[in-house]
């Protein structure tokens, strides 16, 4: 699914030149994109792992009655940057990142609950002489954890205003809104940090004052800790890190994530395919028998219907993997999971943007940029469009539901083993990719593991329904219009009954005279579709897909779906709705794929055709917004050709070995 461009981008550079511009910096996870949610309305991507977000954003806040410019940074540990994401957070302080004013202010966004980890980078701040604010965010958290903070005497040693507040529950917001709005007003220059080291021949003596000094402020202003919360955090760590009850937890973690992915989806999923074949049988009622009539069933209602009926998928899917970012689990499974990727070529960092990648390819290319070394990033991008994105659920979905009609649990087998599959192509490829074209060893993981947390139900759901408006929206637009091309190639030139084939009219004028009135009319829209552009289209790709087990309709669907891959579901069905079968008054889509006959008589969507349709699906490049991201982050067209040239062989060879052991093995 592409994702759309960011609303807090959109701001004129003209109007944000002219306006106060103030900065969120921090350490990673911190809370930053939260509080700029807070602050400006949006709903920017937030997560409790470090470097959720690894571009700037922007947007206009009123401050006192005045606009202003608000920046959401990506995380950083220092102002020396080690990693393309920390790289862009530093420029932007400088002033050296295109069309991003420098900012005029900040706002230093302090974890409460690990203040001795955020200081350092709060002195390096404060020596910017910028005017500053600190935000001591997640204080509901320290409060539940038992921290406390000396607030006024940490203010006195920082030299500069502290806000207490909390981006969760919306505490001390307020406040801070007022406490900026001064800064802009009053600009003062804080004080000069009491840290800094005099000694100019040695590069680590400076970094050793600013931790002292980081220690001695944070045993000065912290008045009490939760030994209790820290003993629970070792705990389940130690679970959670173990090699072995490690893994075993992640196993069980994903299987428990995608048991209630697939099968609660499933009820949601039948009420609305029930819905659409209704709807579609009322339009067919209500409106005369004619082009308009099959424009709205088929094109309209059959395309747009065949995608919608996978929406509580898609809901499930997203509010799922955000419940499990937010826990905080995300950093230990990489932990877990570093060793295994190191083996196969990836690094450890790769792990948050693999699990990314099973929404949408395209942001997690984007935070490859957490990753420091080059060769680890690329090798990382190349691989990550193999993992089963969400648009490809609807295909899977669609396959595991012609194959195993009535059996929940088989089909989510099938369809956690297209996910195991992209993810064993990926660590196959990457291995390639380290044995050949980029050799080298990953650097070992060092990451830092963030509190455990109660996943914020609230943010859960405005993710979910913000992804399910993208899909609806999706639906409703590119679908659409694709449906709509495929039903006019599907309906024009129409052959009139009596320019068919005499064999064809024998055999309909035989069906009408035993009463079989369905039947002849089936028969009919049969031989006017392999008749029409998209039939002479699919037979003259056809011969491509052939080895694969894909009829000419398939071909030609498969075909439609290389801009974007879920496409391939409308197209089937409104090439399969058209030609119809006739076997039921209502049919539902996939009732009438089930139906669907192929040359020799026998199911179009057999068990071997499926197989390697899903084989297909899984493997294949077919997604041109990831092409660009792709092209993008890497700076150069080679990548991401390099990327659609071996996935497209990938895609075919495996495709075809699966039909033809499928084929072996049934006798086919
Ligand atoms: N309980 C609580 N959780 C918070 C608060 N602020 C942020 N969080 C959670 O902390 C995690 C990190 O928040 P983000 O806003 O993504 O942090 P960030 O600083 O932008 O992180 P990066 O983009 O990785 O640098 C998320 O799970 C948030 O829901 C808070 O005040 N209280
Ligand atoms: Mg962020």
Known sequence: ???????????????????????????????????????????????????????????????????????????????????????????????????????????????????????????????????????????????????????????????????????????????????????????PVPVSAPHSCACTTCGGCGYTARFHWAEGVTRASVVETSPRAAAMTDALDTLFTHPVIGLGAFALVMTGFFVLVFWVAQFPMAWMDAAFAWAGGWTQQVMPPGVMQSFVADGVIGGVGGMLIFLPQICLLFFALALLEDSGYLSRASL????????????????????????????????????????????????????????????????????????????????????????????????????????????????????????????????????????IRNAGTTILLICLVMWALATFPRTPESELPSEVQAQVAQLRQQGDDPAAQALIGQAQLERSFAGAIGRFVQPVFDPLGFDWRMSIGVVSSFAAREAIVSSLSVLYGMGDDGADDQPSLLAKMRAARGPGGGPAFNVPTCLSLLVFYVLAMQCLPTQAVTWRETGTWTWPALQLAYMSVLAYVAAWGTHAAASALLGA
């Open 336 to 471: 877990v999971m570093d060793k295994l990727m190191r083996r196969v070529g990836l690094p450890g960092k790769a792990f948050v943007p693999m699990l990314s990648a099973h929404a949408c390819a395209i942001p997690a290319i984007m935070a490859s940029r957490v990753i420091e070394d080059r060769r680890d990033r690329l090798v990382t991008i190349m691989v990550l469009p193999l993992l089963t994105c969400s648009a490809r659920v609807p295909v899977y979905a669609l396959m595991v539901g012609l194959l195993f009609p009535g059996s929940p649990l088989t089909q989510a087998a099938v369809f956690a083993g297209c996910y195991a599959l992209g993810a064993a192509a990926a660590f196959g490829m990457a291995w390639v990719f380290r044995k050949t074209i980029l050799k080298g060893q990953p650097r070992p993981l060092v990451i830092e593991l963030p509190n455990y947390r109660r996943p914020s139900l609230r943010d859960a759901l405005l993710v979910t329904m913000d992804r399910a408006w993208a899909f």
């Open 1 to 187: 699914m592409s994702t759309k461009p960011d609303p807090a981008l959109t701001l004129p550079v003209v109007d944000q030149a002219a306006l106060p511009c103030v900065a969120l910096l921090g350490n990673p996870n911190a809370g930053k994109t939260s509080l700029f949610n807070r602050l400006t309305g949006l709903r920017a991507h937030t997560a409790n792992f470090p470097g959720t977000t690894v571009e700037h954003r922007r947007a206009r806040i009123e401050l006192g009655g005045a606009p202003a410019t608000l920046i959401d940074l990506p995380g950083v540990y220092s102002l020396e940057p080690s990693s393309p994401d920390e790289a862009v957070a530093v420029a932007v302080l400088r002033g050296e990142e295109a069309r991003v004013p420098r900012p005029d202010a900040l706002v230093v966004v302090v974890d409460s609950t690990n203040l001795e980890r955020n200081l350092p980078l709060v002195s390096q701040a404060l020596e910017l002489g910028l005017p500053t604010i600190v935000a001591l965010n997640l204080t509901d958290l320290a409060d539940r954890l038992g921290v406390r903070i000396d607030l006024r005497k940490l203010s006195q040693e920082l030299g500069c205003t502290l806000v207490a507040v909390s981006a969760r529950t919306g505490s001390g917001i307020p406040e801070l809104q007022s406490a900026i709005t001064a800064l802009l007003a009053e600009r």
